[in-house]
Structure formats: C-alpha cells, structure tokens
C-alpha cells in the first residue's frame, strides 16, 4: 500500500501563492504518475494537474499558467506551485498517485487533503 501525506494548505488572499508537498511512503515500487485533484463544496472531485514519474505534466485548463506541479524521485514527493489564487480555487486538495503512467479518474492511492481557502 502507497500512503501519502499532504501539507502546505491554507488560508490566502486572492492573488497569493501557497505551495502543497505531498510525500509517500510504503510501497513506493508502485507508483508512476503523481498528481492533484480538488474538491470544492457541491462539486465534483477533479483533476488539477498530474505528472508521470520522468516528468510529463498536464493541467486542467482553470490552473493553466497559474500552478506549476514538480515531482522529486528521490524524496518521494510531488508539490503544487499554485501563484495568481482565485476564490474558485477555494477548494479541498488531494494528492494521489497511481502504478499507470497518467493519473485514471480513480487513482489507487489518496491523501487524506488539504483545505486551500482564498479570499476574496
């Protein structure tokens, strides 16, 4: 089993940064892609950005230009550079990871999230 720990959340004004780590640990062999999906209140979980393990990315159009993701091999961790925040973002945050190499609709592997809250 693939255990990951997100931290980083919090509370920013609109236009601010904040930036999310998500570690992992136990069976590390079985991860591939890495990512982010988001939840805000009345909505559906969706992707926000995910990267396979040599560091292809992809975006969901709402964060385009706006939230970088990055991946460390070595340390086992995937962050999520989120610059230009909107109270849209509002949301909470989930890192998960999976053995295929892009992020499916449901990853094998979740965090427990972050909450992300922009004010306005």
């Known amino acids: 089993q693939v255990q990951l720990v997100e931290s980083g959340g919090g509370l920013v004004q609109a236009g601010g940064s904040l930036r999310l780590s998500c570690a992992a640990s136990g069976s590390i062999f079985a991860i591939n892609a890495m990512g982010w999906y988001r939840q805000a209140p009345g909505k559906q979980r969706e992707l926000v950005a995910g990267?396979?393990?040599?560091?292809?990315?992809n975006y969901a159009d709402s964060v385009k230009g706006r939230f970088t993701i990055s991946r460390d091999n070595g340390k086992n961790t995937v962050y999520l550079q989120m610059n230009s925040l909107k109270p849209e973002d509002t949301a909470v945050y989930y890192c998960?990871?999976?053995?295929?190499?892009?992020?499916?609709?449901?990853?094998?592997?979740w965090g427990q999230g972050t909450q992300v809250t922009v004010s306005s």
């Open positions: 998960a990871s999976d053995f295929r190499n892009q992020l499916p609709r449901l990853p094998a592997s």
């Open positions: 990267i396979t393990r040599t560091g292809s990315t």
